[in-house]
């Protein structure tokens, strides 16, 4: 069943049923002001951090309720409606409605009793609130007078946990007032005597509004039960009802912003007006309310600088495919995502609920990966940031805060860090997903200076680039199991795979010796001899350790517990074949052709199906050792062999790699949103953004999924997408192409920007092939390989390459 369509002209999703199997989000921001948007108005907004920012509630898990609601009333009829379907539900024969979710912006349209509605979400550039920017247009032949009221429910606490839960608490230090035109609400009120500066228990004034700009307020509510009433509900408000609001504040209750306005509107006639939320103080908000007086033109020049802004940032790849849903997903909606995960982490969304106030380390390192190839500068400063949390021995900060300070940071060998951040130990991947992220930012700009940037470490002391990453490996090598490959740790990328502190990881290994072969790149450029020779050594003797212990015959087994047991054995009951050592062994380029190919094929049987590739089979249950966690899971979920969508990315990538063309993009359309259009009921989250994880075969919900958008899903699935499919593989001095696709792509086009240039390529497969290389034309020039050397280049650089 289909709810929506794409326009990428427009690079929107239009969702033209409302009644979607679940909330379709979009989100606005920055990493200053963050909001959230579902298709029928839902959602919540915070200042910098989900966990301590919020300023508008949410109830996680229920209805999609509250949100940003606009309710119009006829003031003849009394009739009543709202912007967005929900919360008011009107029949959809006789309400009608569009909601078009774009880059950072959300417009919906509706259509009833001959009143038509735009109201457009967005927060504007370098700003720090939000706009609710409304058109109310009336088709119908006689004059109506409409009573227009926007709602805002605000958190009584900016904590969220403080405000859902500690009601003894929260309720008792909020108020709301009237000023003019717009609604004050005031955190811990009564301490407004304090100088600036001043606190009292870590505690001061925080203040938000709701205002309305381009019309007089007529009405004002700032308590939650006397705009709902009591025993009514959002989709039946008193104040909407009668038309008028208590113009009451709140005092020891639950607080909210509610402003009402009449607008009387001739036979087609349009007016406009704006609803205004932000965490501002008192002057700060009467200044930002003052500058939408003349709203329509405001908002649109807003808009218009919102959506070039987005494109832009967008337009540095582009391509043109014979498949739409993969052109959707790599021109707009993956690279979106990868935009919005990269800002926010798992800090904020519908299944996080903001209780997550830093950053993951290893989820942002990946999360990097996916925005290199479109916005380096931004890729780079938060490589920087991660850099500097990563301490003085090698490992990273399992969690990064948001507070965090280079050079002053506990670590996990100190007690307050695990009381404060929950996490008692390293872990054995943090670190190493600097390798593959710092080597593309420095592959894709050229910019060999950045190794020898100094950063300082989280904890003490500072040292080159080029030195973190050598302090990465000598963490990992002093952190060795019994066999002497890395050891587990308190987890490796899957948290719900606990080898022991001293048991061992084959895909943290073989990370460890993919990490070697980039280093070693490095070590070249800056002609370190001795340690290029470290490297040597040590990479030989960790393949051969891979090689001897971890082979199992067709495939590579998930490891070691501390104790010495195998794990992911043939011949294990359970859980005998796993996905990521498989597609790890060809990224790190330790399997030999023979065993690359033979492991591939066995995921291609065992593990793969018509959603994707699920992380290992068969399901724990009976046969679990201590730290098999995903046994907690019901089978076909989440790590229990569910379809772990970050790991398709790295299936696309090794079969690419490979140059199993037909293959990679098979998995790419197994699991991608846009291909799942037409399925919506099924899959269940938003046809346009990637989910955490889609349910098993082993479930009774097979191809349902779960936990929309900020999963590491995003950025591994572009990498595998850019760097496999479409072969566009950057190092130090130039750019190598070499596709690996469906063979009935005849031709297809890219347009990059790369190193301050624009390249046009055109690949040609006459033959119809999945890979290989037959001819390259640079300018007009012949070259002998399909790889541009960086000189080669030049402001419009055209490129034609021949498949053969």
Not at 283 to 302: L, M, R, S, T
């Given at each position: 069943?289909?709810?929506?369509?794409?326009?990428?002209?427009?690079?929107?999703?239009?969702?033209?049923r409302p009644d979607t199997p679940a909330p379709w989000v979009n989100y606005l921001g920055s990493p200053e002001y963050g909001a959230i948007v579902s298709n029928n108005a839902g959602g919540y907004s915070f200042a910098k951090s989900g966990a301590n920012g919020r300023i508008l509630r949410y109830i996680f898990n229920q209805f999609d309720q509250p949100g940003r609601y606009i309710y119009l009333r006829d003031n003849e009829s009394?009739?009543?409606?709202?912007?967005?379907?929900?919360?008011?539900?009107?029949?959809?024969?006789?309400?009608?409605?569009?909601?078009?979710?774009?880059?950072?912006?959300?417009?919906?349209?509706?259509?009833?009793?001959?009143?038509?509605?735009?109201?457009?979400?967005?927060?504007?550039?370098?700003?720090?609130?939000?706009?609710?920017?409304?058109?109310?247009?009336?088709?119908?032949?006689?004059?109506?007078?409409?009573?227009?009221?926007?709602?805002?429910?605000?958190?009584?606490?900016?904590?969220?946990?403080?405000?859902?839960?500690?009601?003894?608490?929260?309720?008792?230090?909020?108020?709301?007032?009237?000023?003019?035109?717009?609604?004050?609400?005031?955190?811990?009120?009564?301490?407004?005597?304090?100088?600036?500066?001043?606190?009292?228990?870590?505690?001061?004034?925080?203040?938000?509004?709701?205002?309305?700009?381009?019309?007089?307020?007529?009405?004002?509510?700032?308590?939650?039960?006397?705009?709902?009433?009591?025993?009514?509900?959002?989709?039946?408000?008193?104040?909407?009802?009668?038309?008028?609001?208590?113009?009451?504040?709140?005092?020891?209750?639950?607080?909210?912003?509610?402003?009402?306005?009449?607008?009387?509107?001739?036979?087609?006639?349009?007016?406009?007006?704006?609803?205004?939320?932000?965490?501002?103080?008192?002057?700060?908000?009467?200044?930002?309310?003052?500058?939408?007086?003349?709203?329509?033109?405001?908002?649109?020049?807003?808009?218009?600088?919102?959506?070039?802004?987005?494109?832009?940032?967008?337009?540095?790849?582009?391509?043109?495919?014979?498949?739409?849903?993969?052109?959707?997903?790599?021109?707009?909606?993956?690279?979106?995502?990868?935009?919005?995960?990269?800002?926010?982490?798992?800090?904020?969304?519908?299944?996080?609920?903001?209780?997550?106030?830093?950053?993951?380390?290893?989820?942002?390192?990946?999360?990097?990966?996916?925005?290199?190839?479109?916005?380096?500068?931004?890729?780079?400063?938060?490589?920087?940031?991660?850099?500097?949390?990563?301490?003085?021995?090698?490992?990273?900060?399992?969690?990064?805060?948001?507070?965090?300070?280079?050079?002053?940071?506990?670590?996990?060998?100190?007690?307050?860090?695990?009381?404060?951040?929950?996490?008692?130990?390293?872990?054995?991947?943090?670190?190493?997903?600097?390798?593959?992220?710092?080597?593309?930012?420095?592959?894709?700009?050229?910019?060999?200076?950045?190794?020898?940037?100094?950063?300082?470490?989280?904890?003490?002391?500072?040292?080159?680039?080029?030195?973190?990453?050598?302090?990465?490996?000598?963490?990992?090598?002093?952190?060795?199991?019994?066999?002497?490959?890395?050891?587990?740790?308190?987890?490796?990328?899957?948290?719900?795979?606990?080898?022991?502190?001293?048991?061992?990881?084959?895909?943290?290994?073989?990370?460890?010796?993919?990490?070697?072969?980039?280093?070693?790149?490095?070590?070249?450029?800056?002609?370190?001899?001795?340690?290029?020779?470290?490297?040597?050594?040590?990479?030989?003797?960790?393949?051969?350790?891979?090689?001897?212990?971890?082979?199992?015959?067709?495939?590579?087994?998930?490891?070691?517990?501390?104790?010495?047991?195998?794990?992911?054995?043939?011949?294990?009951?359970?859980?005998?074949?796993?996905?990521?050592?498989?597609?790890?062994?060809?990224?790190?380029?330790?399997?030999?052709?023979?065993?690359?190919?033979?492991?591939?094929?066995?995921?291609?049987?065992?593990?793969?199906?018509?959603?994707?590739?699920?992380?290992?089979?068969?399901?724990?249950?009976?046969?679990?050792?201590?730290?098999?966690?995903?046994?907690?899971?019901?089978?076909?979920?989440?790590?229990?062999?569910?379809?772990?969508?970050?790991?398709?990315?790295?299936?696309?990538?090794?079969e690419a790699l490979r140059g199993h063309g037909e293959r990679a993009f098979g998995y790419f359309m197994e699991n991608a949103p846009a291909a799942q259009n037409d399925r919506a009921e099924i899959r269940r989250l938003e046809p346009y953004c990637y989910g955490q994880f889609t349910e098993g075969k082993a479930s009774p919900n097979f191809g349902r999924s779960h936990v929309h958008w900020l999963t590491g899903t995003a950025s591994?699935?572009?990498?595998?997408?850019?760097?496999?499919?479409?072969?566009?593989?950057?190092?130090?001095?130039?750019?190598?192409?070499?596709?690996?696709?469906?063979?009935?792509?005849?031709?297809?086009?890219?347009?990059?920007?790369?190193?301050?240039?624009?390249?046009?390529?055109?690949?040609?497969?006459?033959?119809?092939?999945?890979?290989?290389?037959?001819?390259?034309?640079?300018?007009?020039?012949?070259?002998?390989?399909?790889?541009?050397?960086?000189?080669?280049?030049?402001?419009?650089?055209?490129?034609?390459?021949?498949?053969?």
């Open positions: 069943m289909r709810y929506g369509y794409f326009d990428e002209a427009k690079k929107e999703y239009v969702i033209t009394k009739d009543y409606w709202s912007a967005s379907w929900q919360p008011v539900g009107k029949d959809l024969e006789t309400y009608k409605s569009e909601c078009h979710h774009g880059t950072a912006y959300t417009k919906m349209m509706a259509d009833y009793s001959e009143i038509h509605s735009e109201v457009r979400y967005y927060v504007p550039l370098e700003r720090s609130y939000e706009v609710w920017s409304l058109a109310v247009t009336n088709y119908s032949e006689k004059k109506r007078e409409l009573t227009v009221t926007g709602y805002a429910e605000f958190t009584n606490n900016s904590n969220y946990e403080q405000d859902q839960v500690n009601l003894q608490y929260s309720q008792y230090i909020t108020q709301t007032v009237f000023r003019g035109n717009r609604v004050r609400q005031m955190i811990h009120a009564n301490l407004d005597r304090l100088e600036e500066g001043e606190n009292i228990d870590n505690k001061n004034v925080f203040n938000r509004f709701f205002g309305l700009a381009g019309a007089d307020v007529n009405s004002w509510c700032g308590d939650k039960e006397s705009f709902l009433g009591r025993y009514h509900g959002y989709n039946n408000p008193e104040g909407v009802i009668t038309g008028k609001l208590s113009n009451k504040g709140n005092y020891n209750e639950n607080s909210c912003g509610a402003l009402s306005t009449v607008l009387s509107l001739a036979p087609g006639e349009t007016k406009e007006i704006t609803f205004l939320v932000g965490m501002k103080g008192d002057a700060e908000a009467g200044e930002i309310v003052e500058h939408y007086k003349n709203c329509q033109d405001v908002c649109k020049k807003e808009l218009e600088e919102l959506i070039e802004y987005w494109h832009g940032q967008l337009s540095h790849f582009q391509i043109r495919t014979p498949s739409p849903e993969f052109n959707t997903m790599i021109n707009t909606w993956n690279a979106y995502n990868c935009f919005m995960t990269f800002i926010w982490s798992r800090a904020a969304s519908f299944t996080y609920c903001g209780l997550r106030n830093g950053y993951g380390y290893r989820d942002t390192v990946q999360d990097i990966q996916g925005v290199i190839h479109l916005a380096p500068e931004m890729a780079v400063e938060k490589i920087r940031f991660m850099l500097s949390a990563q301490v003085d021995n090698g490992g990273g900060l399992p969690l990064v805060k948001f507070t965090h300070n280079p050079g002053h940071e506990d670590t996990p060998d100190d007690a307050s860090y695990v009381q404060e951040t929950g996490h008692p130990a390293y872990r054995a991947d943090d670190a190493l997903w600097l390798f593959p992220t710092v080597y593309k930012y420095v592959s894709e700009t050229g910019n060999v200076a950045f190794m020898d940037e100094v950063i300082p470490f989280a904890n003490k002391g500072e040292a080159t680039v080029y030195e973190h990453l050598k302090r990465a490996i000598a963490f990992s090598e002093n952190h060795l199991g019994k066999h002497g490959m890395p050891a587990g740790l308190y987890a490796d990328w899957n948290d719900c795979l606990r080898l022991g502190k001293d048991g061992e990881s084959t895909f943290v290994a073989l990370q460890y010796y993919y990490a070697m072969t980039i280093l070693r790149e490095f070590a070249d450029y800056k002609e370190d001899k001795e340690y290029i020779e470290y490297l040597n050594e040590s990479q030989k003797k960790l393949g051969k350790l891979i090689q001897d212990l971890c082979w199992n015959e067709d495939r590579f087994i998930r490891g070691f517990t501390e104790d010495g047991a195998v794990i992911g054995k043939r011949t294990d009951p359970e859980a005998n074949m796993w996905l990521n050592p498989q597609s790890w062994a060809v990224i790190s380029g330790l399997a030999d052709d023979a065993q690359a190919d033979l492991a591939l094929d066995m995921v291609y049987k065992r593990l793969n199906t018509e959603y994707g590739a699920i992380l290992m089979d068969p399901p724990y249950h009976a046969h679990a050792f201590e730290g098999a966690l995903a046994v907690i899971y019901n089978a076909g979920t989440k790590e229990n062999a569910g379809i772990f969508s970050q790991s398709q990315g790295w299936i696309i990538l090794a591994t699935v572009m990498v595998g997408c850019v760097e496999g499919i479409l072969g566009m593989r950057p190092d130090f001095g130039g750019l190598r192409i070499a596709p690996s696709v469906p063979k009935e792509w005849d031709k297809f086009e890219i347009d990059k920007d790369f190193r301050g240039c624009k390249l046009h390529i055109t690949v040609h497969n006459p033959g119809h092939v999945e890979s290989g290389f037959k001819k390259m034309i640079v300018n007009g020039e012949e070259l002998g390989e399909n790889y541009i050397p960086q000189e080669k280049l030049t402001e419009i650089t055209e490129v034609e390459l021949f498949m053969s």
